[in-house]
């Protein structure tokens, strides 16, 4: 089940503050940048690349994603790997809410 319109523009409004931090400076971003999309009841960070080969197309690379499962109350976190399938993210399987996702997302690799 999707989330539902509140939720919806909360967790736009909340991923838009965030991603508006971390882009990188307005002179690089048409090399490198920063994104994010709602999908149901899914958010995935995404990195907005040019090719290597060919500047003038673009390429996505999956960051995280967060599914929201609504009977439990719960967002359950991923990351996609080699596979290019979306794995949970065993170190943190599962927050309660979208701000603890992005708490998540930035403390850094051990």
Request: glycine content about 0%; overall charge positive; some cysteine.
């Amino acid at each position: 089940m999707a989330i539902s319109e509140f939720e919806e523009k909360r967790c736009e409004k909340l991923m838009r503050e965030y991603i508006e931090k971390k882009r990188p400076p307005m002179h690089m971003r048409k090399e490198i940048d920063l994104s994010f999309r709602l999908k149901d009841q899914s958010v995935e960070i995404f990195e907005i690349h040019q090719l290597w080969n060919d500047s003038s197309k673009l390429t996505e690379h999956p960051v995280a994603k967060a599914t929201y499962i609504k009977s439990k109350k719960i967002w359950k976190l991923y990351w996609q790997r080699a596979d290019l399938k979306w794995h949970s993210y065993d170190p943190v399987p599962e927050v309660n809410t979208l701000e603890e996702f992005i708490n998540v997302i930035e403390r850094p690799c051990k």
